[in-house]
T-cell receptor
């Protein structure tokens, strides 16, 4: 059974810092890994999708890497801003299942 | 392009009442799913569908029913609501693997009293 873990559960940093959020998964036979952002009381917004054949994806100040063999992904946020404050979730789609399994998320607060 | 639309946004039910949460997508996605989100538990998969007429159970299916008569719609039914079903419910859709970028609705906040 696929299990997805995110560390840390919460993070509070001053504006301008570079951040790394971690996601680990137990079954490396995945189609892809997706990072989402969730603002309080809102739905999930897709940030980055990394296919299993890719090592990383970039969008603006966000960079996500994938090491499938070790079951790990990191989301790097450069020059953090207060507007980055949200919960960040990762999710994986495993081979031979029809299920997208989520981690419990990292709640990020960036203060001015 | 509306994406994934969920209704209602908020609902209060009494224990034992029934209701249907609606989910519709306009992206012609084969795959649709329902999750519930509870504090400290993340998103847990309730039911999913890989296409019209095909549904299956996720991690926490008890107390919920689904059907998929069209590609666009995937309603979630609570037959007899219980306080343990108080949660925020999200519907998602995507194409089939491997192109499975998932898109989510804005959620339904359900309270069962």
């Amino acid at each position: 059974k696929q299990e997805v873990t995110q560390i840390p559960a919460a993070l509070s940093v001053p504006e301008g810092e570079n951040l790394v959020l971690n996601c680990s998964f137990t079954d490396s036979a995945i189609y892809n890994l997706q990072w989402f952002r969730q603002d309080p009381g809102k739905g999930l917004t897709s940030l980055l999708l990394i296919q299993s054949s890719q090592r990383e994806q970039t969008s603006g100040r966000l960079n996500a890497s994938l090491d499938k063999s070790s079951g790990r992904s990191t989301l790097y946020i450069a020059a953090s801003q207060p507007g980055d404050s949200a919960t960040y979730l990762c999710a994986v789609w495993t081979y031979n299942t029809d299920k997208l399994i989520f981690g419990t998320g990292t709640r990020l607060q960036v203060f001015p | 392009n509306a994406g994934v639309t969920q209704t209602p946004k908020f609902q209060v039910l009494k224990t034992g009442q029934s209701m249907t949460l609606q989910c519709a997508q306009d992206m012609n996605h084969e795959y649709m799913s329902w999750y519930r989100q509870d504090p400290g538990m993340g998103l847990r998969l309730i039911h999913y569908s890989v296409g019209a007429g095909i549904t299956d159970q996720g991690e926490v299916p008890n107390g919920y029913n689904v059907s998929r008569s069209t590609t666009e719609d995937f309603p979630l039914r609570l037959l007899s609501a219980a306080p343990s079903q108080t949660s925020v419910y999200f519907c998602a859709s995507s194409y089939s693997p491997p192109n499975t970028e998932a898109f989510f609705g804005q959620g339904t906040r359900l309270t069962v009293v």
